[in-house]
Structures are given as C-alpha cells and as structure tokens.
C-alpha cells in the first residue's frame, strides 16, 4: 500500500487520518483555515452557513464526552446536521462488525465520518471503505493518533510562539500510550521544529522513540531546560498501580510539572495539556492556572481547528 | 477591443460622488482580495470616523459543494458595531452578484445594518442575481472566455487587466 | 497404475541427483527398472522432484468448518504440490484425544489427496496443565506433540512434558514464546509498532523462551522442534545449540523470510502474522539461516482466515496467512534471490522436512513412495483468490506474480492433481 490514503488523486485533503505523512502544505493550509475560523467563533452568530445541508455522523466506539461535543459544537457552527452514535452502547455490542455499522450509516446518506475507536488503525479500514464523497476524521484511535488535536497543539504553538524554526519543545509523560503525543511530534517535526524532546521513565516510553524524531530524556529537570513549550501528557490511572508506574506520588515527584521545574524551562515558556488534567499527577494548580499555562485557550483553538479541518475535508 | 479604464484614474471620482453621501457614521468594508486593495485607497480619501473592516467571504459562497474550500481563506475582521449603521461594501468588479450576496449574508451574521451601499471599481454586467452598485467608477465590456481583474504592483498602483478563463 | 514420467528434469536433493531423465512409477513405488507404461506424463522443460512435505498446515476440522473444510484444503495441498502435511493440534476441539486423531486420519485417508500427520497436543486442550496420554495419541497415529500457538508458561509443566514425552522417544515441537512478554502484543515490538501505535511483541520474549527450552533440553536430551523461529538472536541460538550437539531442529514460515514489519502499510491485516514479522535485520537472519542449514526447513504455517476476520482493525483481526499453494512459489523465489542451486531450495521443503517428520517419504530413489510433484519453476501466476483452492484467500501476497506453478501431483503412485 503506497499510495497515501488521506489525500485523493488531486493531492487534496480528502480523510484526515494521522498528521504523520502530511505535507507541509496541507497542516499549513489547515492551520491558516483555522485562524479564519477563530474570528467567526467570536462575533454574536457563531454559525456560518458552509456545510448546510451536509451531514457529519460522530461515530464513538471509545466513549468521550469532551472531544465528542467540540467536533458537534464545530460542525454545528458550520451549520451541518450532527448525529451522534454511541456505538459503544449499540450495535458493537450485538456483534456488528466495524465495517457493517459503517456501510449501514452510508447507506442514511453521511458527509462526513468522525471516528473515535479503540484499535489503532479502524479509521484506515473505513476509509478504505466508505463511498468516494464521504471523509473520514480520525478522533483518536488506539495509541496510533489523535491528529485533530495535534493540529490544535500546533495552531496553539504558532499563536503564542509564531515561529517554529527556533522552538525547544518538550512532551512528558506516558508517550507509550499516547495518541496526542504522536500526532503532535509528526506535525512539528513536519514543519520543521529543530528540537522535540520526550521525557518520562523508561516504562513510558516507546521502542524505538528516536526513530520518530525524538530526544530522549529520563530526568526532567535536564530535559526540560531551555524548552520554549512544554506539553504535559495526562497519566490514565490503570497505569500508576501496574507494573508500568508504582504509583501518582513518586510520578509526580519526578515527572509532574510542578512551579520550580517550569523555573528551568524559557522565562517565556508556554505549558500546554490536551486535558482533563490530573492535578498533582502531571502538573500541579499553581502552574495549570498560573500565567504559563495556554490550557484553555487550546480548548478554544480546538473548535476552530475542527471546522477548519471538516470543511476542508468535505470540499475535496 | 474595448480599451480598460485607468483603475487608478477611476479612485479620485468615486471618492468625490461618496464624500458628498456620507454620514458621520458611516463605516466601510472591503471585500478580500481586490476590493479590499480599493477600500484601503478609497477610506483615507473619505475620512471616515470608523476603522476600515475587511471581509472574506468563503464561508458563504454558494459553490462549496462543487468547488470545496479552494480559495485561501483569509480572516474577516470587522472592528466596529455593525448593528444600525450605513455601510460602504466596497468591490473591485461587479459581474453575477453571487460575491455581494455572500457578503451580504455574513453581514447580517454580525448585525442588522441600517443600510449598505454597494461601491465597485468596474461593473461588467452578466447579473444573474438582482444586485446593484449604487456606487460605480466604470462600465466596462468583456469579451466572452475572459476575466476582467484588478492587479496590485509591487508599489500599491492598481490596474485593470483581461485574462484568459480557462 | 504404471506411470512413466518422461524427459523432466529429475531433482532429488536427498541423493544429489540433479539431470534429465525418466521416472517409473509401479505399485504406489518408484521403481528402479522401467515397463510397460500405462500412463505417460511428459515432463519436457519441467521439473520432478519429491512431492513437498509442509510441516504446519492448518486444515481447520475439526471444529473450524466454517473456515475451510478437509475437502477443500487438501484439494488446495496437491494443487500446490504438498503430498505430506503435519497439521498442528489446535483444532476445536484440540487433537488431545485418541478418538479425534482417529476420526482426523481416517478422513483424510478417504479423500485420497495428501498424507496427513496429526501433531498431538502436549497437555489436555492445550491448556498448559496436564499432559495427554501421549503414548495412546502416538498409536492413534500422532507424530509428535506441540502446543500449536497456544502458550505454556508453568515451566514444571513444561519441564515434565517433555520428559513424558522424552521416555518414549517422542519429539516435542514447540513455539519459543515467552507468554507475558508477548501479552497483548499484535506487532514486533520496534520502529514500526511506534508508529502505527500497536503493542508490540520485543524480540526478546522469543529468545528468552528459547533460551529457558534449550536448557530443558539439556536437563531431558527430548528431541525439540523449534516452530515459527522469527528473530536474527534466535537463529544464532540455534547455531549454537547444534553445535553443542543438542538434539534440535527448527522450521521458519515462508512468509517471514520473504517479508517484514516494514510491510504492515497502512495496517494491512493480511501481514498479521503469529510470530509477527519482524525487522528487516531478522528477515535477512532467517533467510540465511534457512539457505545455510541452520533453519531445517521451511513450512507454510497454512491458516485459512475468512475476509471478514481480516476485514478488523490491525489488532484485532484473526492472525496467519493461507500458504499451500504458495509454499512452492515462495521457496523458489527466496532461492533464486540466494542464488542457491535448485536442489538446496527443493531440500528445504522435500527430505529436511521428512528427517524432522521421521518420514520415509521426500526422496526419489528405487523402492521410495511414489510421492512427486512436476512443476514448471519458469511459469509465473498471479495470486489473486480465483487461482486459489484453500477457502483461505488470506495472504500478504495477493496481487503478486509468481513463478513457479505445478501441473501434476502424486500421491503413493496415483495422480490427485493435474493443472
């Protein structure tokens, strides 16, 4: 298989499954969208009439209630019908497989798929699938990617920091399972980020991490020195009482981004995290609501970053 | 061969017909790309009270289920109340309408105007929506397979030229 | 039936032998002198080599009809050129009783297509517990025990299997896997499974494994087969092991000295492998090691999978690939990349695999089975599900060409296939 199978004949954006294998043009072009998006999101009618008539179907087999409502909130500002199926609960469950649900929802006349799902690799599955005018967005898949999220760190980046051929950026915490952490890495080292650091015990980190592009760092303190940005990844409980963590407190002590390790990062730092947050696990109040922290402001970006990729996509 | 109107010749006109219309509130907005280059030279001359706003309207053209979002959106800020007030829309060239009907629609996403006035470089006709300037600098003929634009040098003059259409 | 097989290119690795000539087939036998023939098979430009014996091949009954059937895998063995199959235990329900054996061999025999050779479960339903009555099983016709895929970690289980297995001279064919370090792993643990974000299985749980086995061979001198081997470390291993002298042998599956991780794509289930497959590194270990003797011999590790099965996230999808008909095609092309001579490349699936089976078959000499394949190594195909018998159209290779396709098989002196 060789051909890249997000981008149609034209080499348009036609699925957005992964920022890995994006070309520099098109996470540009998604990003420059979004910024005329932002505007829309800030005057009294919130809504534009681009997508009327078009239909976007939130297709969640792993629940979540956060990411679900921005891609709704996104897709009814671009004045799309929205339907959400908690396949979770429905037909998975009596057995149907993946691709059956898909072609059942085909056939009810979709514009545009938004799948969230458990296994790494589903969203290439149906997209291989799905008719010629419907598009895939991946919303998170396994540990594979988390692209629209990864966009909304890098719109978040650019904002604050404007150019990233200068940026020391650093990503903490369980890289092995993250989805969020793999998309943004692709994406910044794209568009050309001289310096992306990993940091976080041997347990957390993937086989291979250098191969992504990566520095490797176990001791944060080193690690975080001089970083321009600093993304926090959240630590999921199962792994802190497994054979992967001992436990929150000793996680927290070395790796949790605490007001006298951000001290050592730029005096202009910026922290970011793609939420909900731990609180005293990876990063502690002080330093969540103190004037580094952009968390919220990503929360914003989100929405306009998910619009900018639907009407990208659903054009093409 | 009709022979093109002189764009920057046009400017000085225009701006005489709006200076005698306006009212103290009246705000202007140019439309991205080339009626925004005409509203940035016409509002200095009119000495307006409000800031220039700007508008793109590609989130609300008709032809996104055919053309996708091809062109390359740039923001639309308009920094000034819309609700209640006399409104310049400022064009580069009239020809179906569809580009003023969008602005229109998204205008009154921000508000509900007074009024608007439109006010366009060039008018070629081939209307195919009842849309009218009440402001115009020339009428200009264009042979059939070709695209009446206006171009920006490197040192700001505008000028009218004829392409090709694909 | 008296066969004459005229003018092909005899090729016995066994005895060397590598010339044109005729082969004479009476009473099930080759035989060493010629008659009168009632059937003549021109074999001009083709080549007659000893019918291929495939030591993992899967044929889904019983229990697994819906897969595939007894009638349609052993259809796609001849047309593939295999007269001998080992199928390994892991039916449903598992071949640890003498009854199912039975009932397995007596089918088979019926049909009139390949030999079959039931591998007897090592413990009751594979269940790493209790171990089966291995002596009754080998009456029943088993050849040697394995667990199949399934894993055995209780290592005083392990270790008093094969030593049950050890008294009566039983060899236990084994998959080295270390079963937690393999927990939830779909991939090879590496570069690519970073990527495409999938557990990984690290090299390690095969060679740790094997390094726990190779001791219990020591400790029991039990005559171990190592399945499947995957990784460049375990193939040294190995090396080493034979030259210590231990009793032990190995098989690879033809898939993965062909392919790699680099191969999975954009998630292709078909490359969902057990070993999965791994680095390019490997790749090229098994391969040399398979041409230089140190891999025994190469199997297909035949597993048919509905489409439906594969059509799943990465993860998910049911492992193995179909590979009857492709063993023959898949051994030429992995010789002619070597540049190995015809002879080496047929051993490998011809008389090392009979040794390792204790078989008498994988020869053509006077008094031998008349076991023989006649292919035509220079005729490309292409694999698409139409030129497939198995029910399995499950394979990293479809669309592919490849040369190598065989026109006759027979089976204790009777034709059963015919292009």
Request: net charge neutral.
């Amino acid at each position: 298989m060789s051909s890249n199978p997000q981008l149609n004949a034209n080499g348009e954006l036609q699925h957005l499954l992964s920022t890995e294998g994006l070309p520099r043009e098109i996470l540009l072009q998604i990003l420059d969208t979004a910024e005329s998006f932002a505007g829309v999101t800030e005057r009294e009618v919130k809504k534009v009439p681009l997508m009327r008539g078009k239909s976007v179907f939130n297709l969640f087999f792993e629940p979540s209630t956060r990411t679900r409502t921005t891609f709704e909130i996104a897709a009814k500002r671009l004045s799309a019908d929205v339907i959400n199926l908690n396949v979770a609960a429905s037909s998975q469950s009596k057995g149907e497989s993946l691709l059956d649900t898909v072609a059942n929802l085909s056939a009810m006349q979709a514009d545009v798929f938004v799948v969230r799902h458990a296994s790494s690799g589903a969203p290439y599955l149906i997209a291989r699938h799905v008719k010629p005018h419907e598009h895939v967005i991946n919303a998170g898949d396994g540990r594979h990617a988390h692209p629209t999220q990864g966009l909304l760190d890098l719109y978040t980046i650019r904002h604050y920091k404007k150019d990233f051929s200068r940026l020391t950026v650093a990503i903490v915490g369980d890289v092995l399972h993250s989805r969020v952490a793999r998309s943004l890495i692709h994406g910044l080292t794209t568009l050309g980020v001289p310096e992306v650091r990993v940091i976080g015990p041997q347990t957390l980190l993937p086989a291979g991490a250098e191969a992504l592009g990566v520095r490797v760092f176990h001791d944060m303190r080193a690690g975080i020195k001089g970083c321009d940005v600093v993304v926090m990844l959240r630590l999921q409980n199962e792994r802190m009482n497994g054979a992967l963590l001992p436990s929150a407190q000793e996680f927290f002590k070395h790796y949790g981004l605490t007001t006298d390790k951000l001290a050592l990062a730029s005096p202009d730092a910026i922290v970011m995290h793609p939420g909900p947050m731990n609180r005293g696990v990876e990063i502690d109040s002080p330093v969540a609501d103190g004037p580094h922290s952009v968390i919220l402001p990503q929360v914003t970006y989100g929405i306009a970053v998910r619009m900018a990729v639907m009407s990208i996509v659903a054009g093409n | 061969m009709t022979k093109l109107p002189d764009a920057e010749a046009l400017l000085p006109g225009l701006a005489a017909e709006l200076k005698a219309r306006v009212t103290p509130g009246t705000a202007m907005i140019g439309l991205h790309t080339g009626g925004a280059w005409v509203a940035e030279r016409l509002h200095p001359m009119l000495g307006l009270k409000e800031p220039l706003g700007l508008m793109d309207i590609a989130f609300y053209r008709d032809d996104y289920a055919k053309e996708g979002l091809k062109h390359d959106p740039k923001r639309t800020r308009i920094p000034f109340e819309v609700e209640g007030r006399d409104l310049l829309l400022v064009d580069d060239v009239l020809y179906t309408g569809r580009t003023v009907r969008a602005a229109m629609n998204e205008l009154f996403d921000y508000g509900r105007p007074k009024s608007i006035s439109l006010v366009v470089l060039a008018d070629r006709g081939g209307r195919q929506l009842p849309i009218a300037a009440q402001y115009c600098g020339a009428q200009v003929d264009v042979p059939a397979g070709m695209r009446l634009r206006l171009k920006r040098a490197a040192d700001g003059k505008l000028s009218l030229e004829l392409e090709h259409v694909e | 039936m008296k066969i004459l097989i005229r003018g092909g290119r005899v090729i016995d690795p066994a005895s060397g032998r590598d010339e044109v000539g005729d082969v004479f087939i009476s009473d099930g036998r080759i035989s060493g002198s010629k008659g009168k023939a009632e059937r003549t098979i021109d074999a001009r430009g083709l080549v007659v080599a000893p019918g291929l014996i495939d030591l993992a091949a899967r044929l889904r009954e019983p229990g697994y009809e819906y897969k595939a059937t007894l009638e349609s895998e052993m259809d796609a063995a001849v047309a593939g050129g295999v007269t001998s199959l080992a199928c390994p235990p892991d039916t449903d329900p598992p071949l640890d009783e003498p009854g199912l054996v039975d009932m397995l061999r007596r089918r088979s025999k019926v049909l009139e297509r390949a030999r079959v050779y039931p591998i007897g479960a090592l413990t009751v339903k594979l269940a790493g517990e209790r171990l089966t009555e291995m002596a009754e099983l080998a009456e029943a016709g088993c050849v040697a025990f394995s667990q199949a895929n399934a894993p055995l970690a209780d290592t005083q289980v392990l270790w008093r299997a094969m030593q049950y297995a050890g008294t009566f001279g039983f060899p236990v064919w084994l998959r080295a896997e270390d079963r937690w370090l393999a927990h939830g792993g779909v991939a090879h643990d590496g570069e690519v499974a970073t990527r495409l974000g999938l557990p990984g299985i690290p090299a390690f749980a095969e060679t740790i494994a094997l390094g726990t086995l190779l001791q219990l061979v020591r400790a029991t001198g039990t005559r171990v087969h190592f399945c499947r081997l995957s990784t460049a470390t375990g193939v040294e291993m190995i090396r080493a092991a034979k030259k210590e002298g231990l009793p032990v042998s190995c098989d690879v599956g033809i898939h993965h000295v062909h392919l790699s991780e680099m191969d999975l794509g954009y998630y292709d289930s078909h490359c969902r492998l057990e070993p999965p497959l791994r680095s390019q590194r490997d790749r090229e270990a098994l391969a040399a090691g398979l041409a230089d003797g140190t891999i025994d011999c190469a199997v297909s590790d035949h597993t048919p999978v509905d489409e439906d099965q594969k059509q799943m996230p990465f993860a998910e999808a049911e492992p193995g690939a179909t590979g009857l008909e492709l063993l023959l095609p898949l051994a030429l092309k992995w010789g002619a990349e070597r540049k190995l001579p015809l002879a080496t490349t047929l051993a490998r699936v011809t008389c090392d695999p009979a040794r390792i089976l204790g078989v008498q078959s994988g020869r053509i000499d006077a008094g031998a089975r008349a076991d023989l394949v006649v292919f035509d190594p220079a005729q490309h195909w292409r694999v698409v599900p139409e030129a497939l018998k198995s029910q399995g159209k499950n394979t990293p290779f479809l669309g592919y060409e490849l040369a190598g396709r065989v026109r006759t098989t027979i089976v204790a002196g009777n034709v059963v296939y015919e292009a």
